[in-house]
């Protein structure tokens, strides 16, 4: 066991392990609902589209979090901008808004002599540079996240399963909508320190779609998430120990590769258990 | 379930196979260097006296290199860093950083050898802010680094380094001659480079060379270059009548070979050893060759 208690008896470990499980808690439980509701493509431009605020923030010495929050914001506009005056499908402006904000980011890193150092830092993070007030504020968003999910449960589901219904209901799916793109922000700003606006939608999407493999039920589901993301944290940090990768990448690679194990298991024991059977 | 208990066995299987050698028992002081060539200068230095590691790996781009966290955490071990500083290690600073902040004594030996900041003839104003941190191109700032260090080492670890230092440092400056000497044979009208991103201001400094202009309009290898910036620099090419440009073996230089085949007569991409040491039979295994190295193909190719 030596290969799992040697690297893990670091105290620098434990707090780098402690803060990416945090990250990815966050991430996984509001992931859910995205991968539940088909958000996906909308993570993933939210994701890649803070740069811009973070490097203008960085630039102007504003809070790199408080800019990449405004950015957020001010992406989500556009998208609804887009929906509803140009009549044009969700994707589309998603899709606009996505490489326009990252776009933008790269031209305003590419007139910042000294900042564009830090681009490789921005993108893919720094697990081992996580510092005690990190954790912190990994946890706070960690235990706002399950707080508003589970004021917001009912809402959220029938959003996510009946939306004309949310409306006759009076649970205003309109602000549960809002609630959830706050949420998935704030796992974003949250964790880009650690794992990187390119890999943060890693940990949004991989668990919860490996727990959407083996079980049904939503709180069943979110359960099941973080755990995944708890394994492709510290496996990926095993790895990136043992094999001297990039951490951050690392993790997220893994838990995108457990998905794929966890397919693989599946369809190899249905196959199994039932000879012949069509699946 | 099953499958839980099936992922979990291949997950630790997977884990086992990979477990790697603890370290070994060596008493002396640990001192981490980052870049290859901080660490030969470190090294050499220290002689035997005490034990030094390195960071990046030969061929790495400083300003791209992420460590692993085994290496983050052997920064804990570390009686000393050695970091070039000056936003050179782009993707290791947070992790120095917080290293620092955990007690880890941390030299950031550039930021103490009065850097300067990144200025080109060519540039307009935007190009200026920022320092440039490859100070390691001038021969008489490692000098100086050199000393630096070992007393740091001194007052970390109560190894006195001085005569090993002393030592090296002749070399250093014995290396500072012969490039003097090796520039001078080239003529003063021809002392004049184009370079893949600002890695040579120091060198260009020391030895009287005139830096005309770069291909990446930064100090850092991560920046992109405008289509305007491009132009100017195809311009300038072909009114200088430049027929060389200098990249470096750690970066790509695809921007460089394409500039060679946008002016109308032959250009050639030389590729020197300026972020990191080479691989073993390249010539530049050491500070001391790399520089040597690097001034016989400039000297050459002017």
């Known amino acids: ?279 | 379930m099953e499958r839980f208990v099936v992922l979990t066995v291949v997950l630790a299987i997977v884990g086992s196979a990979c477990s790697g050698a603890g370290a070994g028992g060596d008493d002396r002081p640990l001192v981490i260097a980052t870049t290859t060539i901080l660490g030969d200068v470190v090294a050499n230095a220290a002689g035997d006296a005490v034990q030094v590691e390195v960071l990046m790996p030969v061929g790495a781009d400083p300003h791209d290199f992420a460590p692993s966290a085994r290496q983050a955490a052997r920064l804990r071990d570390a009686a000393l860093v050695v970091a070039n500083g000056i936003g050179l290690e782009g993707a290791l600073l947070d992790v120095i950083d917080a290293a620092e902040q955990d007690g880890v004594l941390v030299i950031r030996v550039g930021e103490l050898l009065s850097p300067k900041p990144v200025v080109a003839a060519w540039a307009s104003e935007e190009a200026s802010n920022g320092l440039d941190p490859h100070v390691w191109m001038d021969p008489l700032r490692v000098a100086e680094a050199v000393d630096l260090t070992a007393d740091r080492v001194h007052s970390a670890t109560g190894v006195d380094i001085s005569d090993s230092a002393a030592a090296y440092r002749a070399r250093i400056l014995d290396l500072h001659e012969e490039i003097t000497l090796m520039i001078e044979t080239v003529p003063a009208e021809r002392r004049k480079m184009i370079t893949n991103h600002f890695s040579f201001g120091y060198y260009a400094d020391r030895y009287g060379i005139k830096l005309l202009g770069t291909v990446i309009p930064a100090a850092t290898t991560g920046a992109e270059t405008s289509a305007a910036d491009f132009a100017a620099l195809v311009d300038l090419l072909e009114q200088e009548r430049v027929s060389v440009i200098f990249g470096s073996t750690a970066e790509p230089t695809s921007l460089a070979d394409t500039l060679a085949e946008e002016v109308g007569y032959e250009v050639k991409v030389v590729k020197l050893y300026t972020g990191s040491l080479g691989e073993v039979g390249s010539g530049a295994e050491n500070y001391i060759d790399m520089m040597r190295l690097s001034t016989r193909l400039i000297v050459e190719n002017l």
Do not use: C
Request: hydrophobic share 60%; charged share 10%.
């Open chain 1, 1 to 279: 066991m030596e290969w799992l208690t040697d690297p893990l008896s670091e105290p620098f470990m434990q707090r780098v392990l402690v803060g990416s499980a945090l990250a990815v808690m966050t991430a996984s439980l509001i992931g859910t609902w995205i991968v539940l509701r088909g958000l996906g493509f909308m993570g993933d431009a939210l994701a890649h589209g803070v740069t811009p605020g973070i490097a203008l923030a960085f630039a102007f010495g504003f809070n790199l979090t408080l800019g990449a929050i405004a950015a957020a914001g001010f992406m989500t506009l556009g998208i609804n901008l887009v929906h509803r005056k140009a009549r044009l499908r969700e994707d589309t402006g998603i899709g606009l808004l996505f490489v326009g904000m990252l776009a933008l980011g790269v031209v305003i890193m590419s007139r910042l002599p000294s900042f564009s150092s830090s681009l490789a830092t921005i993108l893919f993070g720094d697990t081992l540079g996580i510092r005690r007030g990190d954790i912190v504020v990994q946890a706070l968003a960690a235990a706002v996240t399950l707080t508003v999910i589970l004021v917001f449960y009912r809402a959220f589901l029938v959003l996510s399963f009946n939306e004309e219904k949310a409306e006759m209901l009076g649970l205003r799916p309109g602000l549960a909508h809002l609630v959830m793109l706050s949420l998935l922000t704030l796992a974003i700003v949250t964790s880009f320190r650690t794992v990187g606006t390119l890999l943060v939608f890693a940990l949004i999407v991989a668990p919860p779609a490996t727990a959407s493999l083996v079980v049904r039920r939503v709180p069943t589901m979110m359960v099941t998430a973080v755990a995944f993301g708890f394994l492709a944290v510290v496996s990926g940090l095993l790895i990136s120990w043992h094999a001297d990768t990039a951490a951050g990448a690392t993790m997220a690679g893994v838990s995108v590769a457990i998905f794929f194990v966890v397919l693989a298991l599946r369809e190899v024991s249905s196959k199994a258990r039932l000879p012949g059977a069509q699946h």
